[in-house]
Nanobody, 113 residues
């Protein structure tokens, strides 16, 4: 079993930046990939970004060029650097893993002036 704990959400103005972090613990040695989903009110959940154990990354089109996913293997942590944030990025962001399938509790990101 894998436990995921997110941090780093908050309120930011349009054009600003935030960095989300997700620390994995437990049975982390079998994790194949990690990523971030987001859930906005009234919308379906969306897979925002993923990173494999080999470092390959994938982004949904709406965040390409603005968001960067990275991992620090020594600290069992995945980061999501979000730049040039827009109001439509407002959502609860959830960290997730594949291999052992697990979800974090979510962290709120609000982009508003």
């Amino acid at each position: 079993q894998v436990h995921l704990a997110e941090s780093g959400g908050g309120l930011v103005q349009p054009g600003g930046s935030l960095r989300l972090s997700c620390v994995a613990s437990g049975n982390i040695f079998n994790i194949d990939a990690m990523g971030w989903f987001r859930q906005a009110p009234g919308k379906e959940s969306e897979l925002v970004a993923t990173i494999t154990s080999g470092g390959s990354t994938h982004y949904t089109d709406s965040v390409k060029g603005r968001f960067t996913i990275s991992r620090d293997n020594a600290k069992n942590t995945v980061h999501l650097q979000m730049n040039k944030l827009k109001p439509e990025d407002t959502a609860i962001y959830y960290c997730t893993s594949w291999g052992p399938r697990s979800w974090g509790q979510g962290t709120q990101v609000t982009v508003s002036s």
